[in-house]
């Protein structure tokens, strides 16, 4: 199994760009989830999904959307890239049953370590 | 909002000793989750310990969760070179409020950065 994987690793963009950060699973896991780490800063969470179809805003959504079509797939996107957005992202998954929504152990992506000039 | 807060930020021991490092937490819980990250990579989960639980093990760790003090700690036993690396704690929470019941993803404290001197 290859856990969980994320493209690109490194990504520079100019202000106003958008583009997309993919993210993989194939453990079967229902929740997946987005966060960003910043310095100093423990990880916030930015959209996550219960499923496919279904999706949520976490404590930082704005400027980022997210979509779930499949159980696999993940990705983020920038709408209009912003110096604050530099940051290195985190995608997560996770079993969760549906019925209590409580996520527990998390597996995690390498990160993508994204620049906004 | 962050809720966990780990203690102390940094810490330096000798290869060998013990290190021990604290978390706090503000609000009710489901469970309470130790993750490890090694310079530049993404995070791996050590343990968790649910809200009725106070005490567990896995190998060379353990963690305790007094949920009246909404606090938790982590013990790293015989420390090694290899387990240089920041450590964080995970709470659930919900976006809305509330307390106990679903929840809508993990909130992470700042971390401890642990540094191990051989």
């Known amino acids: 199994n290859a856990g969980v994987t994320q493209t690109p690793k490194f990504q520079v963009l100019k202000t106003g760009q958008s583009m997309t950060l993919q993210c993989a699973q194939d453990?079967?896991?229902?929740?997946m989830s987005w966060y960003r780490q910043d310095p100093g800063m423990g990880l916030r969470l930015i959209h996550y999904?219960?499923?496919?179809?279904?999706?949520d805003q976490g404590e930082v959504p704005n400027g980022y959307n997210v979509s779930r079509s499949t159980t696999e797939d993940f990705p983020l996107r920038l709408l209009s890239a912003a110096p604050s957005q530099t940051s290195v992202y985190f995608c997560?998954?996770?079993?969760?049953?549906?019925?209590?929504?409580?996520?527990?152990?998390?597996?995690f992506g390498p990160g993508t370590r994204l620049t906004v000039t | 909002s962050q809720q966990g807060e780990e203690d102390p930020q940094a810490l330096s021991i000798q290869e060998g000793e013990n290190a021990t490092m604290n978390c706090s937490y503000k609000?009710?819980?489901?469970?309470l989750q130790w993750y490890r990250q090694n310079s530049g990579r993404g995070l791996v989960h050590l343990i968790l310990?649910?809200?009725?639980?106070r005490e567990k093990h896995s190998g060379r760790l353990r963690v305790t969760l007094d949920t009246s003090k909404k606090s938790s700690s982590l013990l790293i036993t015989a420390s090694r070179a290899a387990d240089t690396a920041s450590y964080f704690c995970?709470?659930?929470?919900?976006?809305?409020?509330?307390?106990?019941?679903?929840?809508?993803?993990?909130?992470f404290g700042k971390g401890t950065h642990l540094i191990i001197q051989p």
């Open positions: 997560a998954s996770s079993y969760s049953n549906r019925l209590d929504r409580i996520p527990y152990e998390q597996y």
């Open positions: 453990m079967n896991h229902e929740y």
């Open positions: 999904s219960v499923g496919a179809g279904i999706t």
């Open positions: 609000t009710s819980i489901n469970n």
């Open positions: 310990i649910r809200s009725n639980e």
């Open positions: 995970a709470t659930d929470f919900s976006i809305r409020g509330g307390s106990g019941g679903g929840a809508d993803g993990l909130t």
